[in-house]
């Protein structure tokens, strides 16, 4: 069975989601990291956040929150951090 | 019924909205003489989704219930509705009478309400809905529109300044080339009303908004697609990639929205079974329920600040 698949219309839609969709996960996941460390141990260092904003693999950004909320001390997170770069 | 039906709705949904005014100039000139254009047209959204039942029957439907000034300052109510699947004479013509009931029962208002039929039978022309029972009789009269009747004025559409012809000669020119075979004829047609389209100089927002409703009306195959891009001069190949980019991030905008709300969501029910091994998987699923991105943002602090589960779960239906 053939089908009327394609048009400009729906590979633009296509395409934008996914990119969107992208950048909606990275952007949120960079936020809730800082969140999380700035919630549990106060003050973020400005370089640490600017480093986690750096990441826009979502893998790799989901591994960090995970990390983010055991570490024992914001000490801890950067190593894990400096081991991911 | 062909399979492209499904399609039909969103694309005429959004272009009625976006020409509103040239649509009723279009088909109800004597009607479009009496609104104040200079006046806002509002789109009552909200208060058609207050009566309606199309949730509940599951159709498709596009409907606009739309507020204007006449020329005198008088309020009006306008429900225009398309019919694009072309249902059995009686629910549709119930349907009709339904709405404008429920609007003057809700609202006080009597709407006037007008339909416009874009099925390929010639014959189907319900204008009308009337019951008696001893005497008493209801009555609705309605004004209609059947597309298939501008089939033959198929060259005046091509003239005509309006840019609700093109709207009009791109579903005609649909409804002609339905079936596989008379795909390449589509093609052709799809480039003819491109390049009308591009001839009119109209604004580039509108220029967009007309290519975008024929581009996802005239569907066609991949292989025709590709064949249609490369017939269109180098000039039209750069127009048409301008528009594609502005549609690309408009899907952009709904997919990162979808992007925030999936990470979030997953980010939350992380830190809960980190934090709370005992959670149990019925409360982490009641999370994907969740659409709203400040309350998951809400509820994230909570799940990292709460000492106890019990705290959390609190806040959890607390929200609700």
């Known amino acids: 069975m053939k089908q009327y698949v394609t048009s400009w219309e729906r590979m633009a839609k296509e395409e934008g989601k996914l990119e969107g969709k992208l950048e909606g996960q990275v952007e ?21 956040s600017a480093s986690v904003n750096g990441i826009a693999d979502p893998e790799q950004l989901r591994a960090l929150q995970r990390q983010a ?17 | 019924m062909p399979r ?37 047209v509002v789109f009552l959204d909200k208060e058609l989704q207050q009566i309606s039942f199309d949730a509940e029957t599951g159709r498709h439907t596009v409907d606009k219930l739309v507020q204007v000034r006449l020329l005198g300052g008088a309020e009006l109510w306008l429900l225009i509705h398309i019919e694009v699947q072309g249902q059995k004479e009686a629910a549709f013509t119930t349907r009709m009478y339904v709405y404008n009931y429920r609007l003057y029962d809700r609202y006080q208002q009597h709407v006037v309400s007008l339909a416009i039929l874009t099925d390929e ?28 009747d501008y089939e033959e004025r198929t060259g005046e559409l091509e003239q005509d300044e309006n840019p609700f012809a093109l709207v009009v000669l791109a579903h005609l020119r649909t409804l002609q080339t339905l079936g596989d075979d008379k795909l390449p004829v589509r093609k052709d047609f799809k480039k003819q009303l491109m390049r009308l389209t591009w001839q009119r100089g109209y604004r580039p927002k509108q220029t967009g908004q007309l290519l975008r409703f024929l581009d996802w009306v005239m569907r ?35 997919g990162k929205l979808a992007g925030q709300v999936e990470a979030l969501r997953q980010a939350l029910q992380e830190t809960l079974q980190l934090r709370f091994p005992q959670i149990s998987p019925d409360m ?37």
């Open chain 2, 284 to 320: 982490l699923e009641t999370i994907n329920n969740i659409t709203q991105i400040d309350r998951l943002q809400r509820l994230h602090r909570e799940a990292v600040i709460s000492s106890q589960l019990e705290a959390f779960t609190e806040q959890l239906s607390l929200a609700e």
């Open chain 2, 121 to 148: 039978n010639r014959h189907w022309r319900p204008d009308h809905y009337e019951r008696e029972l001893f005497g008493c009789r209801v009555r609705l009269d309605f004004p209609i529109i059947k597309l298939l």
């Open chain 1, 69 to 85: 909320v055991i570490c024992a001390s914001i000490n801890t997170f950067t190593e894990q951090l400096s081991l991911a770069e």
């Open chain 2, 220 to 254: 066609l195959s991949e292989n025709l697609e590709q064949e249609l891009q490369q017939e269109l001069a180098v000039e039209e190949q750069q127009l048409m990639n301008q528009y594609v980019t502005s549609w690309e991030r408009m899907a952009e905008e709904k």
């Open chain 2, 4 to 40: 492209e039906q499904a399609d039909y709705d969103s694309p005429w949904k959004e272009i009625l909205e976006q020409f509103f005014e040239p649509c009723l100039r279009f088909f109800f000139p004597p009607l479009h003489a009496q609104i104040d254009w200079s006046q806002e």
């Open chain 1, 28 to 48: 949120a996941l960079q936020a809730t990291i800082s969140e999380i460390l700035k919630l549990r141990f106060g003050k973020v260092p400005r370089k640490l």
